[in-house]
């Protein structure tokens, strides 16, 4: 007998079937048993006599028969809840020791630690693992937005030769007898290929040795980067985003309504068009709003993105805003300084729900203007020796922008920390479990 999954029982009624999943609860009453099974498709129950003792979580094969339950038992929150299995045989595929804590309730109320040391376990519970559907539709979504663009995707490397953008947030790795680094962006990559499929797209792993725990950040993180080549200005960067995050929320909706629910999550709100402000302009808005005078800070703080985030939502309607015209020299080498006031490049950053979700913007294509750019921010060539062959053979007016996976799915669901949005966080204190200091 081929194995049946459960949301295919459903219109079964009468049938004999043969169900695999997990237990997911347990209670006997004596001789009657009542399991609750799971698999990738939803939880059954499941009635009998006599069965062999089974904990939760345990791995299991059921044969029985599809009965309708009494009406008085119908369970609405399932989509099985008109029907149970008659179990006639069961079989422990693979027994679960004694769980640690409960897995049958709502939520997993325990501290964030103690939910990442029993990953493997918790990663089961239901509002885990709707977590990474929604996650997963995102990056999906990502994808087929960009595709329907006529976009290629690529895979760039983990591993580079030099730190192009700057920063001593990087991770030296040793490499044979070299020593090399973690990508902190695929950006050079994505760049060059615009030079031979004019529009790329990639779902990287990134790297960031940012010495800090927040609780929006990651030392390795999911990038989806996006680049295309013949753009008229940054605006065109600005509007390709808007499309993508719009087919993004669009996804979401429709395919993860059920994941939305658990965590009473609603997306984020947005006016017909994104707002857009430049740097300056939010700036004057937050001390016109809080006194805090940040007009000539080069960057806005996190304070002042939930206090920008705050103004769109009440001022635009919209829980989304670009952000434009970022300090050039805070910039990496490759920005498009604006003509008109060259202080100030032609950069963008999307701002959702009080916290930055991607940067992008307009880059230089001019091969002489890369160079003069190289030796101002104290690069050496020879570290980016292919992004600037690429350059030198032309390159069209270029742009782009990445988009960070975890904070969308983090800001969509509400989680608390961005932990919550990552299967398995890497951070200063963690690499699956918890790092303790080597004494000599």
């Known amino acids: 007998m081929e194995r049946a999954l459960i949301n295919e029982t459903i219109p079964r009624l009468g049938e004999k079937v043969r169900l695999e999943g997990w237990i997911n609860t347990v209670r006997d009453h004596g001789k009657i048993t009542f399991l609750d099974l799971r698999d990738r498709t939803g939880i059954i129950q499941c009635i009998g006599q006599n069965l062999p003792k089974v904990s939760p979580e345990s791995a299991v094969e059921i044969i029985g028969l599809i009965k309708a339950r009494p009406e008085k038992l119908v369970n609405p929150k399932l989509s099985t809840g008109k029907i149970e299995i008659e179990i006639q045989d069961l079989k422990i595929l693979s027994p679960a020791a004694e769980l640690p804590f409960d897995m049958g309730q709502e939520d997993l109320n325990m501290e964030l630690p103690v939910l990442l040391d029993y990953r493997s376990l918790t990663l089961r519970h239901k509002k885990q693992r709707a977590i990474f559907k929604v996650q997963a539709a995102i990056i999906q979504a990502f994808r087929e937005a960009l595709i329907k663009k006529d976009f ?5 490397p983990s591993i580079i030769s030099a730190v192009p953008e700057g920063g001593a947030e990087v991770f030296k790795v040793k490499y044979f007898d070299y020593e090399v680094y973690l990508s902190q962006s695929p950006q050079l990559y994505k760049s060059l290929l615009v030079g031979i499929f004019e529009r790329v797209f990639s779902v990287n792993h990134i790297f960031r040795a940012e010495p800090s725990v927040t609780t929006r950040h990651l030392t390795e993180a999911t990038s989806l980067d996006a680049e295309f080549g013949f753009i008229d ?208």
Request: glycine share 6%; with cysteine; net charge negative.
């Open 233 to 440: 200005s940054w605006q065109d960067v600005q509007d390709l985003e808007e499309y993508v995050v719009r087919y993004i929320f669009s996804e979401v909706q429709s395919k993860c309504s059920e994941e939305l629910a658990l965590f009473n999550a609603t997306l984020p709100k947005m006016a017909e068009k994104i707002p857009v402000i430049k740097l300056r302009e939010a700036q004057e808005i937050i001390f016109t709003r809080t006194g805090r005078d940040i007009r000539q800070e080069k960057d806005l703080a996190p304070e002042d993105e939930r206090e920008i985030c705050l103004w769109a939502a009440e001022e635009k309607g919209s829980d989304l805003i670009f952000v434009s015209h970022f300090v050039t020299k805070k910039k990496p080498f490759y920005v498009y300084p604006d003509p008109e006031d060259p202080t100030y490049a032609f950069s963008v950053d999307l701002l959702g729900r009080g916290v930055e979700w991607s940067s992008g913007g307009q880059r230089l294509n001019n091969y002489q203007d890369i160079l003069k750019n190289v030796k101002e921010w104290g690069l050496k060539e020879e570290d980016i020796a292919l992004y600037l062959q690429s350059f030198k053979y032309g390159i069209p007016p270029l742009g782009g922008f990445a988009l960070g996976a975890e904070r969308i799915t983090m800001h969509i669901l509400g989680l608390k920390n961005i932990r919550e949005a990552s299967l398995f966080p890497r951070d200063m204190e963690r690499v699956d479990i918890r790092l303790t200091s080597k004494k000599e």
């Open 152 to 156: 290629t995707e690529f895979q760039a």
